[in-house]
């Protein structure tokens, strides 16, 4: 994979930038469930930035331009991670699957990832089972949402963890 982005720790100064992105990126899953009041569509800059104190936040690059974005929060052992945002223009290509990478291993002590998508979002539950996420909780939300809870949990054992490429073959 020719790989056009890197990946860096973003800043409270790309808040604006990742908030566009993620508004972008999550008017397609608004229309999915007919729901324009997603948590991420209402999303403020002051949230965004206030998140910075609480989460790491990493951001895609592609030609000086912010193009993706993903955050993680450490608690009780798991690594809470949320709003993996890539702009419409890159999606499908890879960065997705890289940031959410990049968080894992921003929390190398961390054995136990967990995430959430809704029940519809087909494309995203695809890209957390190729990258060794499994399901293990449903949960009914409002307005006839179910929210799939998914964890990957890492060997402790492995001192370097692989994780399943796009084709199903280890890779890092």
Same mark, same amino acid.
């Given at each position: 994979?020719?790989? /056009? /982005?890197?990946?860096?720790?973003?800043?409270v100064?790309?808040a604006?930038?990742?908030?566009?992105?993620?508004?972008?990126?999550?008017?397609?899953e608004?229309?999915?469930?007919?729901?324009?009041?997603?948590?991420?569509?209402?999303?403020?800059?002051?949230?965004?930035?206030?998140? =910075?104190?609480?989460?790491? *936040?990493?951001?895609?690059?592609?030609?000086?331009? *912010?193009?993706?974005?993903?955050?993680?929060?450490?608690?009780?052992?798991?690594?809470? *991670?949320?709003?993996?945002?890539?702009?419409?223009?890159?999606q499908?290509k890879?960065?997705?699957?890289?940031?959410l990478?990049?968080?894992?291993?921003?929390?190398?002590? *961390?054995r136990?990832?967990?995430?959430?998508?809704?029940?519809?979002s087909?494309?995203?539950?695809?890209?957390?089972?190729?990258?060794?996420?499994?399901? =293990?909780?449903?949960?009914?939300?409002?307005?006839?949402?179910?929210?799939?809870?998914?964890?990957?949990?890492?060997?402790?054992r492995?001192?370097?963890?692989?994780y399943?490429?796009r084709?199903?073959?280890?890779?890092?």
């Open positions: 994979m020719n790989e /056009w /982005w890197c990946i860096e720790k973003a800043t100064d790309d604006e930038t990742i908030l566009e992105i993620q508004h972008q990126a999550y008017r397609g608004a229309a999915l469930y007919g729901d324009v009041t997603l948590p991420p569509q209402v999303e403020t800059v002051d949230d965004l930035k206030a998140a =910075f104190a609480t989460h790491v *936040i990493l951001k895609g690059v592609s030609n000086g331009t *912010i193009v993706g974005s993903v955050r993680g929060q450490e608690a009780n052992g798991t690594c809470h *991670i949320g709003r993996l945002v890539v702009t419409p223009a890159y499908g890879g960065l997705g699957a890289a940031l990478a990049a968080i894992e291993k921003t929390f190398p002590h *961390i136990r990832f967990e995430l959430f998508t809704g029940h519809k087909l494309k995203n539950l695809g890209l957390y089972a190729r990258r060794g996420y499994v399901e =293990f909780r449903r949960q009914p939300d409002a307005d006839n949402v179910t929210l799939i809870f998914l964890e990957k949990r890492l060997d402790p492995l001192e370097n963890p692989t399943p490429s084709d199903g073959s280890q890779g890092s």
